[in-house]
C-alpha cells in the first residue's frame, strides 16, 4: 500500500497526515476510533488561501463590527474581556501588536543571553484585574519558599498563579518589560463576512455520519505568541479545523487526561478549561539547545505531570485537522495567523 505520511513534534503519537479522504474512509478510519488526522488536500481549490490577509479583511470588512478578546499578554483565559470594534480598527491594532511582540521577544531573548532568569523562581501572576504577568521571585526571598530539587535545574522554572508569601518581594521581568496586550479575534461567526462563503467549500466529511449534524463555522485572526488555555470544545462538538495564514502549535491531550488539568467548576460557564494558566515560557525565553521550559507550578497543579501529551504539531497554511469530541488542546500562534473551523453536533 501507499506508505502514509506522518506528523510530529512530540507527544506518544504521531498524527497521520493524508491528503483526501471520502466520507466513508474518514468515517471507518478516524472518526469511528476517534483519532485526529490531518488532511492536506481538501483545502486545495479554497480562494481563501491565496486571498485572506490583513488587507483583504481591511478592505471587505473594514467597516464591520465584531467582537474582539483582549488578552493581557496574550494569553486566552476565563474570563476574557471582549470588547466590539469595526474591522478596520482591530486590523490597525493588530498591525501595531505585531511589532510590540516582537521587541519583547527580542528583549527576553537578550535578557536571557546576558545570563537573565537563571536564579530565583519565576511564574505567573494574575494580578486584581485578572491579567497574567509574569513574575520573579528573587534567590533570597526563595530561601523562605520550598526549595526546588537542585538535581533538576528545570524544577527551578516554576510558576504560579497565587501570590507568594507576603515577606518575599516579587518584581517584573525582565526590567523594563510591559507585557503586550493582545487582541484577537476568535470564533467569529461567518455571517459576520458577508459573501465569504464563496471562498471555501464546506466539507463533506461529515456527510454520511448518523446523527451528525453541522453547528457553525468560525473565523481566527491573530498575531504571534497568542495561545489558547488547554481546553475541549463545548458543547461536546467535532472540530475540523482550516489553517489558512500562517502556522499554530496544536498540542492534544485524550480525553480521560482531563482529571489532571484541574478545570474550572461545572457552576461556571469554564467546565471544560483547564485553570493552569501557562503552559510554556513567553516568547524569546527558551534559547537554542535549551530543553523548553515548564512553565506550570507543579506544587499548584501536581497532577499535571501526570498528564500525557498525545500528539504536538503545527498546521499550516491548507491543513485541516480533525479534533474528535472531547479531546483536548492546547493552540499556540507561531506566526500571525488566520484559520477557520467547522464544529458538528
Not at 157 to 175: G, K, L, Q
Not at 243 to 272: A, C, L, S, V
Not at 297 to 318: C, H, N, R, T, W
Request: glycine residues 8%; hydrophobic residues 35%; negative net charge.
Amino acid at each position: 500500500g501507499k506508505s502514509k505520511m506522518v506528523r510530529t513534534l512530540g507527544g506518544d503519537t504521531a498524527v497521520d497526515v493524508v491528503d483526501t479522504l471520502t466520507p466513508k474512509e474518514f468515517e471507518e478510519q478516524y472518526y469511528n476510533k476517534r483519532r485526529p488526522v490531518v488532511f492536506t488536500g481538501m483545502t486545495k481549490d479554497w480562494a481563501a488561501l491565496q486571498k485572506w490577509n490583513i488587507d483583504f479583511f481591511d478592505a471587505q470588512y473594514g467597516q464591520q463590527k465584531a467582537w474582539i478578546s483582549v488578552l493581557p499578554n496574550g494569553l486566552s483565559h476565563p474570563p476574557n474581556r471582549e470588547v466590539e470594534m469595526t474591522f478596520a480598527d482591530f486590523i490597525r491594532i493588530v498591525q501595531k501588536q505585531e511589532v510590540d511582540v516582537a521587541q519583547q521577544e527580542q528583549l527576553i531573548r537578550e535578557w536571557r543571553l546576558q545570563g537573565g532568569g537563571n536564579t530565583g523562581r519565576y511564574f505567573f501572576e494574575r494580578d486584581d484585574r485578572g491579567s497574567i504577568q509574569f513574575q520573579h521571585q528573587p534567590e533570597s526571598a526563595t530561601a523562605v519558599a520550598p526549595q526546588a530539587e537542585k538535581e533538576e535545574p528545570e524544577k527551578e522554572t516554576e510558576t504560579s498563579i497565587s501570590a507568594p508569601p507576603s515577606s518575599t518581594s516579587v518584581e517584573p521581568f525582565p526590567p523594563g518589560l510591559v507585557p503586550t496586550v493582545q487582541y484577537y479575534l476568535q470564533q467569529s461567526p461567518v455571517r459576520n463576512f458577508p459573501g465569504i462563503e464563496q471562498d471555501y467549500t464546506m466539507p463533506d466529511l461529515f456527510s454520511h455520519i448518523e446523527g451528525s449534524v453541522f453547528g457553525v463555522n468560525t473565523i481566527f485572526i491573530g498575531s504571534k505568541g497568542l495561545r489558547t488555555t488547554l481546553h475541549y470544545d463545548r458543547p461536546l462538538v467535532d472540530n475540523l479545523f482550516c489553517q489558512i495564514k500562517g502556522e499554530k502549535r496544536f498540542r492534544m491531550w485524550r480525553p480521560g487526561q482531563g482529571r489532571f488539568f484541574y478545570t474550572f467548576g461545572f457552576d461556571t460557564n469554564y467546565g471544560h478549561v483547564s485553570r493552569i494558566p501557562e503552559l510554556d515560557a513567553p516568547l524569546g525565553w527558551d534559547l537554542p539547545g535549551e530543553k523548553p521550559a515548564n512553565m506550570v507550578d507543579l506544587d499548584k497543579f501536581p497532577l499535571y505531570a501526570e498528564s500525557q501529551v498525545a500528539m504536538d504539531i503545527i498546521l499550516e497554511p491548507g491543513d485541516m485537522l480533525y479534533i474528535p469530541k472531547g479531546y483536548w488542546h492546547h493552540v499556540a500562534h507561531e506566526s500571525h495567523a488566520i484559520s477557520m473551523n467547522f464544529w458538528y453536533y
